[in-house]
Structure formats: structure tokens, C-alpha cells
């Protein structure tokens, strides 16, 4: 039996580059930094997950991040209660030329962003018709694994640079509505609307102003981004790959979560 999944889903992730010289990744260290994600996020009721890697290119990197663009099928399995003569089902969903982003984090390793749930519109599940079988056999599908064994590290990072670059900002921030995400999930309380060079809307309807520095640096007044995150976070905007981004960060220079200008 083969499983086709035909649906397309594009998702563009893009993250404040940091000034680092850690040698390029390959596509095999991502699809382990990935997999081993992935694993972690297995759902409820399922007992084992494999994911199959169909297509993964490089992109251009940039500051220290690495895109890669992945296609791959994520398939879970679930025994269910056979004692209740329920065997459970088995699902698969598609990550559609979806793009991922390594980077080196906090700590020196290899930390992975972007989507890590298949789009709803691209998961088939079907029950399994027997006590330890399954409606979709792994050999129906096509893919490989990632390799064996844990993705190699990075080299040592060097010391950051004092500031991070950002690209274009240099006070000007594109007006219209900005959609955000954290985590590979959206974040809509945080959405909201560029209206003027000084006045934005929050996704509660309620106006506020805004300043930005020829850094980058946006600062909200008033609105409902106005306290939005915690002590000690603060905003940039800039424009990878010429799409206006408002990155909300950690005092660690970590990303918590980003808005992209919608299309």
C-alpha cells in the first residue's frame, strides 16, 4: 500500500541573526537535530514515532543561522486497549518543503526552529485492525530515517560580538498587519496592525504608538504589546530575505517569539 500526501504548505521562519562562525551543518546533522525533536513531541496515545526524510536542501546561511528546506513524513502509531477490542490507529502527516532553522543556542549545542506539527490538512489517520497491527505499515512509505547516533556538534563558538546584526531597520518599520508565532505555534494575542510611522493596533482593537531606532530596536507605548513580555525582553525589527520581522527577545539574545508582515 502507498500513502501519498499531495497538499502543499509552505512556512517561512525567519530569526534575528547573531554574529557567530560556527561551521555550516550538513543535512544529515539536521534531520538528527530534527528527529530528535520531533520525538519529543509525540502525541498523546501514540506509542512510537518515525519520521521519513523524502527531500532536505540547504538554504544560504546567514549570521550564524542555517535554513534548510524539508519535506518528510511523520508517522505515529497507537496500540490503543485491546482489552476493549479498541487497537488504536495510526496516523502520517506531511511537513511539505517546510523550512527549519539551525543555530547554535545558549549552551553550544544545535537547536532546531520552525513547524514541528504536520498542517492538519495533510494528516490521515485509520484505525489499526488488530491487537498489535497497523493500518499503515512503515514499508508503505516512502523516506529514510535520519542517521544512527546523536548529530555532531558544533565547534566552539567564539565570543559574540557586541551587537547583533539585523539587516534593514534604520527606523522605518512596514506598515500593515504582522502575524506571529513562538514555538512553531501562533501567538494571535500578539498580532497586530502597523497603522502609521508612530501608531500601531493591537489584536484587542485598542491603539498604541511605537518608536524604533536606527538599530532596530522598536519600543511599544500603551496597546496591548505594551508589557506584552516579561522583564528584561525587548523588540527588534528587521527584514530577512526582505520581510518585514518584529523578533520579541530574551535578555539572553534569545528568540521567544517573532511577527512576520502578513502577505
Known amino acids: 500500500m502507498n500513502v501519498t500526501f499531495p497538499i502543499r504548505f509552505v512556512f517561512i521562519l525567519s530569526l534575528a541573526p547573531v554574529a557567530l562562525s560556527a561551521a555550516a551543518p550538513s543535512t544529515e546533522t539536521l534531520k538528527q537535530v530534527l528527529t530528535q525533536r520531533l520525538q519529543k513531541l509525540i502525541p498523546d496515545g501514540m506509542a512510537e514515532r518515525q519520521v521519513l526524510y523524502q527531500d532536505v536542501r540547504a538554504g544560504a546561511p546567514s549570521g550564524g543561522y542555517y535554513p534548510f528546506q524539508v519535506t518528510a513524513l511523520i508517522r505515529d502509531y497507537g496500540p490503543g486497549y485491546p482489552a476493549n477490542r479498541y487497537y488504536g490507529q495510526t496516523c502520517v502527516g506531511r511537513l511539505d518543503q517546510l523550512e527549519f532553522t539551525l543555530h547554535v543556542d545558549n549552551y553550544g549545542a544545535w537547536d532546531v526552529q520552525g513547524a514541528m506539527t504536520p498542517p492538519m490538512n495533510t494528516r490521515q489517520c485509520k484505525p489499526n485492525p488488530s491487537a498489535g497491527a497497523t493500518s499503515i505499515p512503515l514499508s508503505a512509505l516512502s523516506g529514510t530515517p535520519a542517521p544512527a547516533g546523536n548529530p555532531a556538534p558544533p565547534p566552539a563558538e567564539p565570543a559574540r560580538t557586541a551587537t547583533t546584526t539585523r539587516g534593514a531597520g ?3 518599520v512596514a506598515l500593515g498587519g504582522y502575524e506571529c508565532w513562538g514555538n512553531g505555534s501562533a501567538r494571535m494575542l500578539l498580532n497586530f496592525t502597523v497603522q502609521s510611522a508612530t501608531q500601531y493596533t493591537g489584536s484587542d482593537g485598542k491603539s498604541g504608538t511605537y518608536n524604533v531606532d536606527a538599530g532596530g530596536r522598536i519600543t511599544f507605548h500603551g496597546g496591548a504589546l505594551d508589557g506584552a513580555m516579561p522583564t528584561g525582553f525587548y523588540a527588534v525589527y528587521y ?11 530574551s535578555p539572553r539574545d534569545s528568540e521567544a517569539s517573532f511577527c512576520q508582515k502578513a502577505r
Open 239 to 249: 527584514e530577512p530575505k526582505g520581510v518585514p520581522t518584529v523578533s520579541f527577545r
Open 170 to 172: 534604520g527606523g522605518k
